[in-house]
């Protein structure tokens, strides 16, 4: 089960959310209970719904509102997903400091920092809230210094050679 560990899948490659998302299965497996906290994402009605099915072990959840990208929204559409994100941060606060689940995935957290949403230093007080009974997983594009010396593992995901998708 948990260790309390913080683990880091950042990189310009995809599948930093399917090597969390296997985490999480694992770790419900094994009788542990998972959080995943989705930030950056666009609403994806069936991805939700599928996630959905693992529920109790595993909780999704998503307070952005926007159907569309981050970065495609008008600056007052980003300023409230912003409000949206830091209630997102609120909660994952509050998962911590009540030891809510045994592993807590942030998905795209670094995004937030690399948006200046967050700070770094905010992203390290909040991952000291965690027991010693709780790992945390966090995913994103780009991972500051201080971040990768907290860490207890980090797993850069890169792209060598990419196929174009299936649509």
Same mark, same amino acid.
């Given at each position: ?11 310009? =490659? ?11 299965? +694992? ?16 609403? %994806? ?38 409000? %949206?994100?830091? %209630? =997102?941060? %609120? ?12 592993? $807590?995935?942030? !998905?795209?957290? &670094?995004? &937030?920092?690399?948006? +200046?949403?967050?700070?770094?230093? !905010? #992203?390290? +007080? $909040?991952?000291? #809230?965690?027991?010693?009974?709780? !790992? ?6 780009? &991972? =500051? ?16 050679? !990419? ?5």
């Amino acid at each position: 089960m948990s260790t309390g560990k913080v683990r880091v899948y950042y990189g310009d =490659g995809r599948g930093k959310t399917s090597a969390a998302l296997g985490c999480a299965i +694992h770790e419900a497996c094994n009788g542990g209970s998972v959080i995943i906290i989705e930030f950056l994402k666009k609403k %994806n009605e069936e991805e939700i719904r599928f996630l959905s099915r693992l529920e109790p072990e595993i909780r999704v959840f998503r307070f952005q509102k926007s159907d569309r990208d981050y970065r495609d929204l008008d600056e007052k559409e980003q300023f409230e997903e912003q409000m %949206n994100m830091v %209630n =997102g941060m %609120n909660y994952a606060r509050k998962v911590l400091q009540t030891g809510e689940c045994s592993t $807590l995935v942030l !998905d795209e957290v &670094l995004g &937030l920092v690399d948006n +200046h949403i967050i700070s770094e230093e !905010d #992203l390290l +007080h $909040l991952l000291d #809230l965690r027991s010693e009974d709780t !790992d945390v997983i966090l995913t994103g594009r780009v &991972l =500051g210094d201080a971040l990768l010396e907290y860490a207890d593992s980090v797993y850069q995901i890169c792209v060598k050679k !990419d196929a174009p998708e299936h649509e």
